[in-house]
């Protein structure tokens, strides 16, 4: 194995729970976006990188790429590190370039600290590609928000939660929430969903462009203006406790699925 007795240095960024933009739970949106990645899943690592990028975390999830390629993929792609710097924040498309990069399927990568499931190192060469991918402007549109138009807001979460948040490696990857039951997260989704989604950089703004408050000890978000609460919620009233089990499962996932972690 490769590595010797390297410590494990990667990890999920641990944080309280906070909900994203479309109330995933945001560390699991970070570890189903590193799994998408090792599984070379393209479309599927776009969603999570958008998810976590357009909930106003946007240094963060460069900050996280960066940290994926250092511990998985840079000894094999030492050429990538230069493009991959060069990326900006405030780029949307660059996001886009960063993850088309890593999911590339010759891009290789090894995971020396997963020690269960990490195959012995090939003997054979390694081959350092040279080419980069680039993301289109008009490639980002769909990772945009979804805009309501005429229909009710609660059917946002049907068209935009699109893929089912992974939770099979949530210990390996030491998610804060790790021993609160589904059942307890779901109750606090249906009970408290604005509270966790206020820690959201894009609800955060949404609730005080409305004039709203957080009251922490209730868990709540309280309007002072009736009119700008109801402008809100007609907003961006979401009503998780209103889902089908299809969108709910897809937003607290299940942990039953295994997956490939060897390159």
């Not at 990857?173 to 589904?182: A, I, P, Y």
């Not at 868990?219 to 009119?227: S, T, Y």
Request: charged residues 30%; proline residues 5%.
């Amino acid at each position: 194995m490769r590595g010797g007795n390297k410590k494990m240095k990667f990890k999920i960024i641990r944080s309280p729970i906070i909900l994203t933009r479309y109330l995933y739970i945001k560390e699991e949106v970070m570890a189903s976006l590193f799994l998408s990645i090792l599984e070379k899943n393209k479309e599927e690592a776009l969603f999570w990188a958008y998810e976590l990028y357009y909930s106003g975390f946007q240094t963060e999830t460069f900050d996280y790429l960066l940290t994926i390629y250092s511990e998985c993929f840079a000894e094999d792609n030492p050429r990538l590190r230069k493009y991959m710097e060069g990326q900006k924040s405030d780029n949307p498309c660059a996001v886009g370039n960063i993850v088309l990069n890593l999911t590339d399927s010759t891009r290789k990568y090894n995971l020396e600290y997963f020690e269960a499931r990490s195959k012995p190192p090939s003997s054979s060469p390694k081959k350092d590609p040279k080419f980069y991918i680039q993301m289109n402007e008009g490639d980002v549109e769909k990772y945009n928000a979804i805009e309501t138009g005429d229909d009710l807001p609660r059917k946002v979460l049907k068209r935009a939660c699109r893929y089912r948040i992974r939770t099979n490696y949530n210990a390996t990857l030491g998610v804060t929430h790790l021993n609160v039951e589904r059942e307890e997260l779901k109750r606090m989704l249906f009970g408290s969903w604005l509270y966790y989604a206020s820690f959201s950089p894009i609800w955060k703004d949404r609730i005080v462009l409305h004039e709203g408050s957080i009251c922490h000890e209730s868990k709540r978000v309280v309007f002072g203006n009736d009119d700008f609460g109801e402008e809100f919620y007609d907003k961006f009233g979401y009503e998780p406790d209103e889902q089908g089990w299809d969108v709910l499962s897809n937003i607290l996932g299940e942990c039953s699925s295994p997956l490939p972690l060897c390159a």
